[in-house]
């Protein structure tokens, strides 16, 4: 089993990671989210989170990972011990909760379950839309045959429109499942980013438009 245990404590790592070797597994440690983040896509059958991450919280790592289509079961390893922090951990993508103080042999035992899970059906990575391709792996958006440059949050929100394809999708879904905001900012980031979307992936009105508007619901992404 490979497991990559991502832990700010280097007292709780260091004993998790000991003993998963002398167990014969391999182990790897990151010592904060974002380190966690970029190490977990090397392949790992799970992983151990802490909820209290330094530089990306535990809640968003796991975000990101299932928003990037990496699969590997989570188990959440944390001081929040409360009902509503086991749900938390769950609904943002997380396998399996245990609490701090642990016995080394309950972990084992929840991450060889983890293990032994059947592997989901492989997720898409690859979208398609018109002429318009994303590949969520690679982090790359083509259209027409020639690269796309979005930054980090347009990247994002074509995601997710290209997700919901043919749907219309919105306002409140774009701010939930793009910018994590569970209120109305009572901005116009939305419109903003739309805007700059469109421009960027019509190549400036060279090719043809894929983000309508509906007035009054949001927005679709379709051919036309």
Do not use: C
């Not at 002398?22 to 974002?34: I, K, P, T, V, Y």
């Not at 997380?94 to 929840?110: H, I, M, N, Q």
């Not at 900012?185 to 903003?192: A, F, G």
Request: hydrophobic share 45%; aromatic share 6%; glycine share 10%.
């Amino acid at each position: 089993m490979k497991v990559l245990v991502i832990e700010d404590d280097a007292e709780t790592g260091a004993y998790i990671l000991r003993g998963l070797r002398e167990h014969g597994h391999s182990a790897d440690h990151a010592a904060d989210g974002l380190d966690g983040l970029f190490l977990a896509s090397g392949g790992y059958d799970v992983l151990v989170v802490d909820r209290m991450l330094p530089s990306l919280d535990g809640l968003e790592l796991v975000r990101r990972l299932r928003g990037m289509a990496i699969q590997a079961p989570v188990l959440f390893l944390t001081a929040l011990r409360g009902v509503g922090d086991r749900i938390q951990g769950l609904e943002a993508g997380g396998d399996d909760y245990l609490v701090k103080p642990f016995a080394f042999a309950e972990l084992l035992a929840r991450l060889n379950a983890l293990a032994r899970r059947p592997p989901l059906t492989q997720p898409l990575t690859q979208m398609r839309v018109a002429d318009l391709e994303l590949d969520l792996l690679k982090r790359t958006v083509i259209r027409g045959g020639e690269r796309v440059d979005l930054q980090q949050r347009e990247f994002r929100l074509l995601q997710f429109l290209m997700q919901h394809a043919e749907r219309v999708v919105t306002r409140t879904m774009l701010l939930e499942g793009v910018w994590d905001f569970h209120f109305d900012p009572k901005t116009n980031i939305v419109e903003t980013h739309i805007s700059r979307l469109r421009g960027k992936i019509s190549r400036s009105g060279r090719d043809p438009e894929l983000i309508h508007t509906i007035r009054g619901a949001g927005y679709v992404l379709r051919a036309a």
